[in-house]
């Protein structure tokens, strides 16, 4: 059964730093979502992209946050200046595009990226 | 703004018992989802209830969903060990353009 992927399962990077999460949705899906899921606490909504733009987007996806999918698999969400509330689980997301039939599907959740920031 | 909250927020039942989880959210939805989580690993779905039914049935899991309350159900029958884990709900409110998560159940499932 085809799954979404995502890489690094975890990555640890200082304060200030950039770093880039990487996701590969399911294959045939067009929507694509970004979620966090600070320690002990509940999964937060990022933002969601469809056609190579933003859909929406939540108080959290501030400028210091950015997607891109460079090319047709990849999907990543990029930190510019890490802060140490930055440290979380971020899971990426994908669902078909069910949207404009007027009936909604599920998201199909990838493992989840677990960033630490030191 | 739209939001889930599950109750109760902890859970603990012995092994063949029912677990019975509930969501309550606040504006009108297109879909309901339940979602699985192991510690520490990801959101795995369980259930789909849309808008206009009131009840699905997947397995040992029964969901109800009562638009009238803006509250949902999540029945687990015939516990397992295995079923320990973290269940959230996801309202879906913009024809999936995202979910809200609710803070989630903690469920122990005692052998």
């Known amino acids: 059964e085809p799954e979404v992927t995502q890489t690094p399962s975890h990555q640890v990077t200082q304060m200030g730093q950039e770093v880039i999460l990487r996701c590969v949705p399911i294959?045939?899906?067009?929507?694509f979502y970004w979620y966090r899921q600070i320690l002990g606490q509940k999964v937060e909504f990022l933002v969601s992209?469809?056609?190579?733009?933003?859909?929406?987007k939540s108080e959290i996806f501030d400028d210091q946050f950015s997607v891109e999918r460079p090319d047709g698999s990849n999907f990543t969400l990029k930190i510019r200046s890490t802060k140490l509330e930055d440290s979380a689980m971020y899971f990426c997301?994908?669902?078909?595009?069910?949207?404009?039939?007027?009936?909604?599907?599920?998201?199909?959740f990838g493992p989840g990226t677990r960033l630490t920031v030191l | 703004s739209q939001q889930g909250e599950e109750d109760p927020q902890a859970l603990s039942i012995q092994e063949g018992e029912n677990a019975t989880m509930n969501c309550s959210y606040k504006t009108s939805i297109n879909n309901l989802q339940w979602y699985r989580q192991n510690s520490g690993r990801g959101l795995v779905h369980l259930i789909l209830?849309?808008?206009?039914?009131r009840e699905k049935h997947s397995g040992r899991l029964r969901v109800t969903l009562d638009t009238s309350k803006k509250s949902s159900s999540l029945l687990i029958t015939a516990s397992r060990a295995a079923d320990t884990a973290s269940y959230f709900c996801a309202t879906d409110y913009n024809y999936g353009q995202n979910f809200v998560f609710g803070p989630g159940t903690r469920l122990s499932v005692l052998p």
């Open positions: 294959s045939n899906h067009l929507y």
């Open positions: 992209f469809y056609n190579n733009e933003i859909s929406e």
């Open positions: 997301a994908s669902s078909p595009l069910s949207w404009l039939a007027a009936s909604t599907d599920t998201q199909y």
């Open positions: 209830i849309r808008s206009n039914e």
